[in-house]
Structures are given as C-alpha cells and as structure tokens.
C-alpha cells in the first residue's frame, strides 16, 4: 500500500499513520531514483505513477487530483479472494 501525495512532508507523515508505503527508490528503481532529483515535481509525480503500473495517460490524471490537494492510495498485489 503506498501514499502519494503533493507534499512529501504531508506523504512521510500520512504513511508514517497509516503503516503504508511512499514510492521510491524500491519501486523506481535505481535509475528512475536518480532522474527525479532532476525532475520537476509533477515529472517525478507521474513517474512514480508509472513505475507503480499505471498507463501514462492515469499518471496524468492522477497528478492533476493531487494537485487539487487529494491523497492517492495505491494497493499493489492486493488478495484476489478476500473471505475469511
């Protein structure tokens, strides 16, 4: 489960409440890591997006609601069979 949000202070600490994850180096890569030093914060934004699974065209749109000030929650290999 990962946290993305505009402000990595407000991601940090949101993660940090809920035992969830922020996108980073693990799930960018090494590679992606070091560009977004390089990037402006949407571009890095849409990247962590992409490197999470999501078409380019979703990055976008998920980039313009956390400009809106939402929070993204992103579920990776979530149970397929959730009975107990």
Do not use: C, W
């Amino acid at each position: 489960m990962y946290i993305i949000t505009h402000d990595k202070e407000r991601t940090n600490r949101l993660a940090d409440e809920a035992d969830a994850n922020t996108a980073g180096a693990k799930e960018q890569g090494i590679g992606e890591s070091i560009k977004n030093v390089f990037r402006k914060q949407g571009d890095e934004l849409r990247a962590k997006f992409q490197e999470l699974g999501y078409t380019e065209a979703k990055a976008e749109e998920l980039e313009d609601k956390l400009d809106d000030g939402k929070v993204i929650l992103v579920v990776k290999d979530a149970p397929t069979d959730l009975s107990l």
